[in-house]
């Protein structure tokens, strides 16, 4: 028989950490976030031509991303650290995120996707967080045919989106909501910063105080960089924002209860230790009679 001893999360904690951040986990996860890091900032640190940027690294991105996103999931799997209950919960938050990122349509900012990120990367954690992030951007885009050069930008921002939730300080009540709500609000601005900057360097030319100027200082592309994004995109990230905020605060309380109702059932966290059963336990041999 299969007994298992229920261990709950460590004293004041809330987070179960369905994908696990063993060694081979956050070896994965900082490696991905690495060629994030560069592929969203390196023209800024390298002297080159602009009208280069992205163009052709894009494609390449992509094919890199995919299989270490699905290595997080396989080394859990294979150390035992995601079940079958993981993949599955995994499936269906990333189907429903799916389905939920049309209904906003992108309009006027407006995003109705991430509440469930950053709602789940609290509950589940920061590994499970990021890799939800990332697979629903993925589905969404199979899904509303939005596959493009700026597809695996959209991944890894959604999935640091997902992974910051899940690293969040503990607390409790309307302070957790008003905590996570706070983080939306920036966290959906800070997104559309960075959707902002893998196509700066060459969608503004090279005669703007805007534009991206190759081999300029630092400090004087940041400049240009923060003029761009207020006067091309502020008018959709606070909308985004706004959008998170409102519905973390709105949806926040019911959905976080359900999530971990949801992982405290299916028991991600507990140790499964096997025992000989009294039934499976043979009678006693009758004497050999004389």
Same mark, same amino acid.
């Given at each position: 028989?299969?007994?298992? &001893? ?7 904690? %809330? ?15 900082? *490696? ?7 592929? #969203? ?11 280069? &940027? ?5 494609? @390449? ?9 699905? /290595?997080? +999931? ?6 035992? !650290? ?27 900012? #407006? ?9 789940? !990367? ?7 967080? $990021? ?13 509303? =045919?939005?596959?493009?050069? @700026?597809?695996? #930008? ?5 999935? @640091?989106?997902? #992974? ?6 503990? /607390? ?9 709500? /706070?983080?939306?609000?920036? =966290?959906?601005?800070?997104?559309? =910063? ?17 534009? $991206?100027? &190759?081999?300029?200082?630092? %400090? ?6 923060? !003029? ?6 502020? !008018? ?12 973390? /605060? +709105?949806?926040?309380?019911? +959905?976080?209860?359900? *999530? ?13 230790? $096997? ?16």
């Amino acid at each position: 028989m299969t007994t298992v &001893a229920p261990r709950k999360p460590a004293a004041g904690s %809330t987070t179960w950490h369905v994908v696990a951040m063993r060694r081979r986990t956050t070896a994965t996860l900082a *490696l991905v976030t690495t060629i994030g890091v560069l592929a #969203f900032g390196w023209p800024l640190l390298v002297d080159t031509n602009a009208s280069l &940027a992205h163009r052709s690294d894009a494609p @390449w991105l992509f094919v890199l991303l995919l299989p270490l996103v699905l /290595a997080v +999931v396989l080394a859990e799997i294979a150390d035992g !650290g995601m079940d079958a209950k993981a993949v599955a919960l995994l499936g269906v938050l990333a189907s429903v995120g799916a389905a939920l990122r049309p209904l906003g349509g992108g309009a006027a900012g #407006f995003e109705t996707v991430f509440f469930l990120l950053i709602l789940s !990367g609290r509950v589940l954690g920061r590994g499970f967080g $990021f890799v939800l992030g990332s697979v629903t951007l993925f589905a969404s885009a199979l899904l509303t =045919a939005g596959v493009g050069p @700026w597809l695996p #930008f959209q991944m890894l921002a959604a999935g @640091w989106v997902g #992974f910051f939730a899940g690293c969040l300080p503990r /607390a409790k009540g309307w302070r957790e909501i008003a905590l996570l709500s /706070a983080y939306g609000g920036v =966290a959906g601005l800070l997104y559309g =910063a960075l959707m902002n900057l893998w196509m700066w360097p060459f969608v503004t030319g090279l005669d703007s105080d805007i534009s $991206f100027q &190759a081999g300029a200082p630092l %400090t004087d592309n940041l400049a240009r960089f923060v !003029g761009y994004t207020l006067a091309t995109s502020l !008018g959709f990230d606070i909308p985004r924002a706004v959008t998170n905020a409102v519905l973390v /605060a +709105v949806t926040g309380r019911p +959905v976080l209860l359900a *999530l971990r109702r949801v992982a405290r059932r299916a028991a991600f966290e507990v140790p499964v230790e $096997f025992e000989p059963s009294s039934s499976t336990q043979l009678p006693p041999s009758p004497a050999t009679p004389t």
